[in-house]
């Protein structure tokens, strides 16, 4: 069974530095790897999408890496603004059946201006 | 391009009571996931509906059970709710061969009492 594990669970920062989120899941045979952002209350929304021949992407200030062998992720975000704000989750895909995302449990970010 | 969306937005029941929660897909999609999140947690994947046929399922009982329309929207029903299944239920839409393109609605907040 896939299990997907976050760290740090919250993190706490001030405007301008910048951060690391870690991901880590225990099953290497996925498909593709997700980074999505979660308002409170809210609905997801996908940051970057790193398919499983990828090493990394990048969009603007956010960089997600992926390396499949040892089971990890990162998400880097550059000169954190306080509208980053929110809760970070990763989610790894695999194919079969049904395209399943299996989710972490997610980083709640706080960027303090 | 209209997004997806989820109604309604809140609901509460009592323990025993019955609810359907219901999804309208993005347009142009065929593929609807349902994902069940308690407060805290990530996303569970609870099923997915493809050409109105259920093409996966994640660990939860037969009281969960869900219906694909012709039109792409998609209903989950659960049957003699629990304390526990009080949690945002969100839905997420993509097209089949795209997996990885998935958009999520904004989510039904149930509650449980």
């Known amino acids: 069974k896939q299990e997907v594990t976050q760290i740090p669970a919250a993190l706490s920062v001030p405007e301008g530095e910048n951060l690391v989120l870690n991901c880590s899941f225990t099953?290497?045979?996925?498909?593709?790897l997700q980074w999505f952002r979660q308002d409170p209350g809210k609905g997801l929304t996908s940051l970057l999408l790193i398919q499983s021949s990828q090493r990394e992407q990048t969009s603007g200030r956010l960089n997600a890496s992926l390396d499949k062998s040892s089971g990890r992720s990162t998400l880097y975000i550059a000169a954190s603004q306080p509208g980053d704000s929110a809760t970070y989750l990763c989610?790894?895909?695999?194919?079969?059946?049904?395209?399943?995302?299996?989710f972490g449990t997610g980083t709640s970010l706080t960027v303090i201006p | 391009e209209t997004g997806v969306t989820q109604s309604p937005t809140h609901l509460i029941k009592t323990r025993g009571q019955q609810v359907t929660l219901r999804c309208s897909s993005q347009?142009?999609?065929?593929?609807v996931s349902w994902y069940q999140q308690a407060l805290g947690q990530g996303p569970q994947f609870i099923f997915q509906?493809?050409?109105?046929?259920?093409?996966g399922r994640g660990n939860f009982p037969p009281r969960f059970s869900g219906l694909q329309f012709p039109n792409y929207s998609s209903e989950l029903n659960v049957n003699a709710l629990e304390l526990d299944d009080s949690a945002l239920y969100l839905c997420?839409?993509?097209?089949?061969?795209?997996?990885?393109?998935?958009?999520f609605g904004p989510g039904t907040r149930l509650t449980v009492l």
């Open positions: 989610a790894v895909i695999r194919f079969l059946p049904g395209n399943q995302f299996y």
């Open positions: 997420a839409s993509s097209r089949q061969g795209a997996p990885d393109t998935q958009y």
């Open positions: 347009s142009g999609h065929n593929t």
């Open positions: 099953d290497s045979a996925i498909y593709n």
């Open positions: 509906y493809y050409r109105e046929e259920e093409n």
